[in-house]
């Protein structure tokens, strides 16, 4: 029922009451059954008298999700599509990865009707950000409705699974949505358009490559280097790849299998919808929900009305901004407006002098009319238009902008709108209007001014953008964390208009985002300058006055304010190049243009479809082709990943009467906990109970060390994020909202230890401390030609593993048994925790593992201390009890990987050659031991990479300190010291005067040698993969190249660096890496393996399968693997340090030689039958067709009195090259090229390995120069996802990736000659680290700045453009003094 009943015209009528009811007190909470009906203007107002009956009921949203038709009677605008589709319908496919738009996890593909223009548009959008309400008469498709293995994988599935583009595939359905979404507006897409589907997904696993590989499939251009082995392949480079020698392979998936694209096989756009929007006039909306109203007007009066009723209610479009702060920032408006169907706000209307878009216009139509415009107008016209689609292509992913509105940015004001500085710069005018008024507003008034602002009952309606004129110029810069997909640091907007024909300035316009609260104009700087000659003359001037007034405007100081700075002046210097240069096109005699070497300031880094190739030893001839080992077989659970119908634990079916769990965590970093009230959250609808640690009935603290692992705080906090409590809710919802409710009081403690630096001044450290000494260090010091010390500062690392912890508790009902579905990498921790916990045997205990959506170290005892509270709170409940962590909550509780600081003292001969090395590592192991100990002893223990050192002590230090509890991080310690000790070589390598290649072969493992801890190695393979590498990357060649790029560039330049690896397998102690697996044949053959591995990307379980299938010389599709599970595999080891595959790959081994062993006398006796014979025939003379296998552990141990041992088993070498290209003028910088040659053995499966090897470096990529985790001076962490926390995506990958496994290489030591390998290609993320400062080194030079330099890590675009000082850098921090001589130089070209 809708309002249209009333009267033919009931909008004057109800304009009046709206006036009259809005004058009547605070809105109250809506209608509730039996309660009288009231007028829809006011229908929140149960004070309201103007009681219309029957007004206020809800509508009925209609739309459909693959294909069927949904009625929603009861639609809740705070309701998102995303919990809709995974609570409401159950399909769970659409994945949570962050809820706030930045990870691309929850995409699906929205399809709407224009009957106008009889057209069906589709679009991805996020799910998690997109309300139930905006949906009406639209149809969703998600990953379920795309193709699923019953009917029909599609080949946008198909091709993701078959080329290795899932791995732990919780991204891979918002993958598949991204691409399929993309086909079927362009069945045949560029490789541009491609790459520009993938920006909005973010993978933690991959590496993004076999992703990019499956889409290059669709593309209209041809890939070459998948196919041709022997070929010319694309990176052009096909003699130094190929020894022809070697038996190799390049092919990891084969084009032959794949289904055809078939668009004609889609579903279609359902025509009851389009029926609908043809025959059904359009009426005005509206939606109850709980606590909020949806209206949705169709007229520009009726918003008009309904804004004048309700002047605060916010106007949704796209839900980007909105969403986020309703979501996050506790936000709450009672009545929101959607305004998307008027069509007086989506006009697009080409007018004499410019273009008028509609302010709920999308993002994704802004660009593509603007892109049209530009293809048709002549280009003095387009420069705005221009500006504006530079922003747009890397505003956010397509995701966003296909639903984010130009209004809603405009609106919002945030700070980081790329698009209100062009706009308030080129003098667009917005359309604005309210009852009874219109009016046109120059955006510039609102930013330069502040005094013109809209009033809250004016809307946006329209906005004019006018075309540019002759002697018009205008750009447009951003600078981010990340280049696409991410919120600018600093963007901006400029143009200046000269009087005809000359370079006199007669308007000038700057405006510049992410500076202050929100966009702010030069006006000094603008002012000053017009009427002046557009010449070297007013650089220096300009730049002061920027800095003046940004200072007057409030940007003194604060976070990254000097890089800011820096950044206002670049871009004000680039946009006067580019002018410089564009009146040289308009008469070359008059204006000079710019030099040469500035030439490639202009242009900026793109991101192109990368080229990759990936090399790998040929199987013997002589194996028989049913046998997988050494073939590249797809992830087992690929497809599934693909479909969405892989089951991770929130995707399991809720559990009659289960209860959602809502934590409450510290605010404080060090406090007395005074009280807890938890009255208001008691009176949320829904909640049950609240779980504090007066309900552990047994173990709350364990003891692992001297310090306890804490489930519940007790009397007092250690850090922020701690879990002070729980609230057990029927809804997640419900459980969020009480536990913001729960008060606590604090009382401070001193100290407030944060930072390493800090814990040294307390002496506050976790025991033991280690040490490692080897030679005589004080003698060698003595007898060395030079001595440097340095000090290095590595930042922490957040896991981002895609599927947020989770967990699933459910009481059996008898015996105190309890199910336990966790999201972890150790299944028997979670089973031993949680038994202590509940005070109860471990036998009583179950825990379950299918798959976990990533881990990386992340998910071991974090995981325990959160089941067990679970289970706690499932114990006290008797109901099921259901955890599922939150992003925020996620980053925020759970740690991550060390911050390091490393102190070194290294003493070498003028040759280059090594002798001493005293240095101290110090990693911060936040409130808890966790594994930090362990964590610094392995830091010790690799510290020395590739690298002998004759002389050396080290001590390793693990400090306690009030930041959430670090822990376990694929390469656990290694990244960190390893990258210090590559920071000395290389400081070395300046000392010297050698390249720092040279000093890395002088000191470079030999011959057999022993480590510093007295263990023998072997390093031939490291010297054959640093040899390998410096061959296939074509090194000398390319430092050559690089070095003339450089001096024929000042303002780019590029950087290459080697970098050789030894990375030892071992976890140090036998019992650690026992391993068992059980394996049943079953009477019609089939086989039910497990093991006590866990898959979490790493392809452990179809490794599994290829060993049960040679051994039992099977087909591996007779082969099932189920789940892991503590009651199949008891008391198994963690699924840690790249061991999985090799400890459970013997078990597996063992388990199916027994069945052979048993079978054998059945085969002998009838050797031509076949397996389902023996079988059955097994089973006849009643042999036993269930077997388990045991493998006792690698024979490791360390002494840490003596300082030597035998802690691993084996090494595994390799090589990385790397190329980069960096901006001087902003500190951004683009991969080019990276070179990887490992020593993995003989891989049991080239796709899993070459992947692991490809998604480590990526994420070591991101840990070296990109992620950075920020805490406040309270120690309140500040990046709690995606929008904040920059992980690296498709943009970030090297443009041309090669991996190549070297062979042949054998390993004695593990199952068929393999090597574990899951963690070791991490730190060869450094080589892009090193290759920065080679391009640093070289802007310094050229500078000549002072040598030695030092960087930290991560290398971001901040410390790159600090360390490339300039006049503008000397500016920012003295803009008194500073002199712009080099400005001027680098105009003049002298
Ligand atoms: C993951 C992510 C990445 C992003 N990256 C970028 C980026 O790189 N660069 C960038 O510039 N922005 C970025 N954004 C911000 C995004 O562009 C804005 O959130 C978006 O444009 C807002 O449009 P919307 O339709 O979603 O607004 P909504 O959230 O629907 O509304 C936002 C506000 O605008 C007001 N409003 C909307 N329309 C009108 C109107 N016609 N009249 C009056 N008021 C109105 C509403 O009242 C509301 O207060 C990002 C956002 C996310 C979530
Ligand atoms: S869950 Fe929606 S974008 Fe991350
Ligand atoms: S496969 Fe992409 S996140 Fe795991």
Not at 161 to 171: E, I, M, T, V
Not at 367 to 375: A, R
Not at 1173 to 1189: H, Y
């Amino acid at each position: 029922m809708n309002l249209l009943w009333l009267s033919p015209s009931p909008l004057p009528l109800l304009a009046r009451n709206v006036r009259e009811c809005s004058r009547r007190g605070e809105l109250r909470p809506p209608a509730r059954p039996g309660r009288p009906r009231i007028c829809w203007p006011c229908c929140l107002r149960l004070s309201c008298t103007m009681s219309l009956r029957g007004a206020a009921a809800s509508d009925e949203l209609v739309f459909y999700v693959n294909g069927k038709k949904i009625v929603e009677k009861n639609a809740d605008p705070e309701r998102m599509l995303l919990s809709y589709l995974r609570k409401r319908l159950r399909l769970t496919g659409t994945k949570y990865g962050c809820g706030a738009g930045g990870c691309g996890s929850c995409t699906v593909m929205i399809s709407t009707y224009e009957p106008a223009l009889k057209k069906i548009r589709h679009y991805s959008a996020n799910a998690c950000l997109l309300p139930i309400c905006s949906l009406y008469g639209a149809a969703v498709t998600t990953v379920e409705g795309v193709g699923n293995t019953k009917t029909r994988v599609h080949p946008v599935q198909e091709r993701l699974a078959k080329c290795h583009g899932s791995q732990c595939g919780f991204c891979t359905p918002g993958m598949v949505m991204s691409i399929y979404t993309l086909l079927r507006n362009h069945p045949e897409p560029t490789s541009e358009q491609m790459i520009a589907a993938l920006a909005g997904n973010l993978c933690r696993c991959t590496g993004y490559r076999p992703i990019v590989d499956a889409c290059k499939t669709f593309c209209e251009e041809s890939v070459c280097c998948q196919k041709k082995a022997n070929g010319k392949c694309c990176l052009g480079q096909e003699d130094d790849l190929f020894d022809m020698e070697e038996k190799v392979s390049t092919r990891l998936f084969s084009t032959d299998e794949f289904q055809p694209l078939d668009p004609t096989q889609e579903l279609i756009f359902p025509p009851k919808l389009m029926r609908m929007a043809e025959n059904q006039p359009k009426r005005t909306l509206f939606f109850h929900g709980e606590r909020m109203v949806w209206i949705s007007p169709v007229s520009l009066d009726e918003l008009l009305d309904l804004k004048a009723a309700h002047p605060k209610a916010p106007l949704v479009v796209g839900n980007t901004s909105l969403g986020p702060e309703m979501k996050f920032r506790g936000v709450f408006h009672p009545v929101v407006i959607a305004p998307a169907r008027i069509p007086d706000l989506t006009v697009v209307k080409y007018t004499d002098d410019g273009l008028t878009l509609g302010a709920a216009c999308s993002l994704a139509l802004v660009k593509d009319t603007l892109t049209n415009v530009i293809s048709e107008l002549p280009e003095e016209k387009t420069k705005i238009f221009c500006a504006l689609v530079q922003q747009l292509r890397t505003l956010g992913g397509e995701q966003l902008r296909n639903v984010a509105s130009l209004g809603g940015n405009i609106m919002s004001r945030k700070s980081t709108s790329d698009l209100n500085p062009v706009l308030a710069a080129s003098n667009c005018m917005l359309n604005v209007a309210s009852r009874g008024r219109k009016r046109q507003i120059p955006l510039s008034d609102i930013f330069a001014d502040g005094d013109n602002t809209i009033a809250p009952e004016e809307i946006l309606v329209s906005v004019h953008i006018p075309h540019s004129r002759k002697g018009e110029y205008v750009s447009a810069f951003r600078q981010a964390p990340r280049r696409e997909n991410s919120l600018s640091i600093i963007n901006a907007g400029m143009r200046v208009l000269f009087e005809e024909d000359t370079d006199i300035i007669k308007e000038l316009s700057i405006f510049f985002g992410g500076a202050a609260s929100t966009t702010i104009c030069a006006k000094q700087t603008c002012r000053t300058l017009t009427g002046r000659h557009w010449n070297e003359e007013i650089l220096d001037e300009a730049c002061r006055l920027i800095l003046k007034d940004i200072a007057l405007l409030g940007l003194a100081s604060g976070e990254k304010a000097d890089y800011k700075k820096t950044l206002m002046v670049s871009f004000f210097y680039r946009f006067f190049l580019e002018v410089l240069q564009l009146l040289k096109t308009t008469d070359p005699c008059l204006y000079p243009g710019i030099p040469m070497e500035c030439m490639s300031v202009l242009q900026d880094f793109t991101t192109k479809m990368p080229q990759s190739i990936q090399i790998y030893q040929d199987i013997d001839a002589s194996q028989s082709p049913q046998d997988p080992i050494g073939r590249p077989i797809m992830h087992q659970s690929g497809i599934k990943h693909a479909t969405g119908e892989a089951v991770y634990v929130d995707d399991l079916p809720s559990v009659d009467g289960e209860l959602f769990l809502g934590v409450v965590t510290s605010s404080r970093a060090h406090a007395k906990i005074v009280s807890i009230d938890t009255s208001e959250a008691l009176k949320v609808p829904g909640v049950f109970d609240i779980i504090t640690a007066q309900d552990v009935p047994a173990t709350n603290e364990f003891y692992y060390s001297s310090d306890p692992e804490i489930v519940l705080a007790r009397n007092k906090v250690i850090c922020v994020g701690q879990i002070v409590c729980a609230v057990a809710a029927d809804s997640d919802v419900h459980a969020k909202q009480a536990a913001a409710k729960v008060k606590i009081k604090y009382e401070g403690l001193e100290p407030v230890i944060l930072t390493i630096e800090e814990a040294i001044k307390h002496n506050s450290f976790f025991e033991p401390k280690r040490k490692l000494e080897h030679g005589n260090v004080d003698q060698a010091f003595g007898a060395v030609d030079n001595i440097i010390e340095g000090e290095m500062h590595i930042g922490g690392q957040e896991h981002f593993y895609m599927e947020t912890q989770s967990v699933l508790a459910v009481p059996r009902g008898e015996d105190k048994e309890m199910d336990l579905y966790v999201s972890t990498q150790h299944p028997a921790t979670i089973q031993e925790m949680v038994a202590a916990s509940l005070g109860v045997p471990a036998n009583r205990i179950m825990c379950h593992v299918r798959r976990v959506g990533g881990a990386f170290g992340g998910k071991l005892l974090k995981a325990g201390l959160l089941a067990s509270l679970t289970a706690v709170a499932a114990n006290k409940t008797s109901r099921a009890v259901r955890l599922i962590l939150s992003r925020g909550e996620d980053m925020l509780i759970t740690g991550g990987r060390h911050p390091f600081i490393g102190k070194y003292k290294v003493g070498f001969m003028n040759d280059g050659r090594i002798r001493a090395l005293d240095a101290k590592y110090y990693i911060n192991g936040g409130c808890t031991p966790d594994e930090s100990v362990v964590v610094a002893e392995v830091s010790l223990l690799k510290m020395d990479n590739a690298y002998k050192i004759p002389n050396l002590r080290c001590w390793a230090y693990a400090c306690k300190t009030n930041l959430p509890s670090n822990t376990a991080f694929r390469g656990f310690g290694f990244p960190q010291s390893a990258l210090v000790t590559e920071t000395w070589i290389t400081a070395v390598a300046d000392k010297t005067g050698l390249s720092p290649e040279k000093v890395r072969e002088i000191n470079m493992y030999k011959e057999e040698e022993q480590t510093h801890f007295k263990q023998k190695l072997d390093p031939q393979n490291l010297i054959r993969c640093w040899n390998e590498c410096l061959e296939k990357s074509a090194y000398y060649r390319r430092k050559t190249a690089v070095s003339e790029f450089n001096k024929q560039n000042y303002w780019k330049k590029k950087g290459i660096a080697i970098v050789p690896l030894k990375f030892p397998f071992g976890l140090g102690t036998r019992h650690l890496s026992q391993a068992a697996a059980l394996v049943h044949i079953y009477t019609d053959g089939s086989v039910l393996l497990t093991h006590g591995g866990i898959e979490m990307g790493q392809g452990i379980h179809t490794k599994m399968i290829q060993v049960a299938s040679r051994e039992l010389k099977i087909p591996m599709s007779c082969i099932h693997f189920c789940e892991t599970s503590t009651t199949t595999v008891p008391n198994a080891c963690a699924s840690v340090g790249s061991a999985g595959t090799d400890v459970n790959g013997m078990a597996v081994k063992d388990a199916c030689q027994t069945l052979l062993k048993r079978l054998q006398p059945i085969i002998n006796k009838n050797p031509k039958g076949t397996w389902n014979d023996w079988i059955k025939e097994a089973f006849e003379q009643s042999v036993s067709l269930s077997a388990t296998g045991y493998f006792r552990g690698y024979n490791e141990s360390m002494d840490w009195e003596k300082g030597e041992g035998h802690p691993f088993t084996y090494f595994i070498y390799g090589a990385a090259c790397s190329e980069v290209e960096i901006d001087c003028l902003t500190g951004d910088h683009k991969n080019l090229r990276t070179d990887i040659v490992m020593d993995i053995g003989c891989s049991i499966n080239p796709a899993v390995d070459i992947g692991q090897i490809e998604g480590a470096f990526v994420q070591g990529i991101g840990l070296y120069t990109m992620e950075e985790l920020k805490y406040s001076p309270e120690g309140v962490l500040c990046t709690w996802g995606p929008n904040q926390y920059k992980i690296p995506a498709v943009c970030d990958i090297p443009e041309q990736f090669s991996v190549s496994l070297l062979s042949p290489s054998q390993n004695p030591h593990a199952i068929y000659a393999s090597k574990g390998i899951g963690e070791a290609g991490l730190f060869l993320g450094c080589s892009v680290f090193f290759a920065l400062r080679d391009a640093i080194t070289s802007v310094r030079n050229e500078r000549g700045l002072k040598k030695p330099f030092a960087l930290n890590s991560p290398l971001t675009a901040e410390q790159i453009r600090a360390s490339c000082a300039d006049d503008f850098t000397e500016m920012v921090t003295n803009i008194e003094s500073a002199s712009c001589a080099a400005l001027a130089m680098c105009v003049n070209g002298k």
